[in-house]
Each structure stands twice: as C-alpha cells, then as structure tokens.
C-alpha cells in the first residue's frame, strides 16, 4: 500500500557531507512522523533523527549539531542532511514513516509503520 524509497547515500572521506532523500508513494492519506534509523554491522537499529507532522526534530545525541532532518510534505519527501561525518557514522540507513492510508477493506484510515530498504553510508578515508 506504501511504498518508501531511499537514495543518496555512498562513500564519502571524513569531514565530508552526504544528502540522504527518501519518497514515500502509494495510498497515503498522511504522513505522521518520518525519521531515519541506522543499523552498522553487528550492531542494532538505532534511531538517527525524526521529523513530526508538525516539523518537530529529535536527534540522537552522536548527531546533534552535524545532521539535520528535513521533509517536503508536498512531495512526501523526508531528508537527511550529514555534515562532518565521522568513520562511526558508517552504517546501513533506513527510512521509517508512520502512515494513514486508504484501504479497500476498512472505512476508517488504517495506520501503519513503513520501512524502506536501506542505503550504505561509508565514511572512509
């Protein structure tokens, strides 16, 4: 019923900056809060940052003051600006949106939580 999809990520040096996009497509009623997650290897999920309905951020502490989340809600669109990155920020990244969509079945909006598949961020020298 929804689709997202990432793109942007890459290998980047130290210091360096990435722009993370992520597009959300299908039934969508709304788009509630969008965030972004990270999962390195070995590791669990991890919360990066999220962005409300309302354009509330939160940020994990690691990021604070280098990424900053943005989103177009005509486009249904959620960024991620990377500044300064670091050798630790390497990781898979995932974007989550929770969304009310129409549904065939139901006469009330169903609400979900929707992932999109992923996209490697390599900070590397």
């Known amino acids: 019923q929804v689709q997202l999809v990432e793109s942007g990520g890459g290998l980047v040096q130290p210091g360096g900056s990435l722009r993370l996009s992520c597009v959300a497509s299908?039934?969508?009623?709304?788009?509630?809060?969008m965030g972004w997650y990270r999962q390195a290897p070995g590791k669990q999920r991890e919360l990066v940052a999220v962005?409300?309905?309302?354009?509330?951020?939160n940020y994990a502490r690691s990021v604070k003051g280098r990424f900053t989340i943005s989103r177009d809600h005509a486009k249904n669109t959620v960024y991620l600006q990377m500044n300064s990155l670091k050798p630790e920020d390497t990781a898979v990244y995932y974007c989550?949106?929770?969304?009310?969509?129409?549904?065939?079945?139901?006469?009330?909006?169903?609400?979900?939580?929707?992932w999109g598949q992923g996209t490697q961020v390599t900070v590397s020298s």
């Open positions: 989550n949106a929770d969304v009310t969509y129409y549904s065939s079945t139901s006469f009330v909006p169903p609400r979900g939580d929707y």
């Open positions: 299908g039934s969508i009623v709304s788009i509630n809060a």
């Open positions: 962005i409300t309905s309302g354009s509330s951020t």
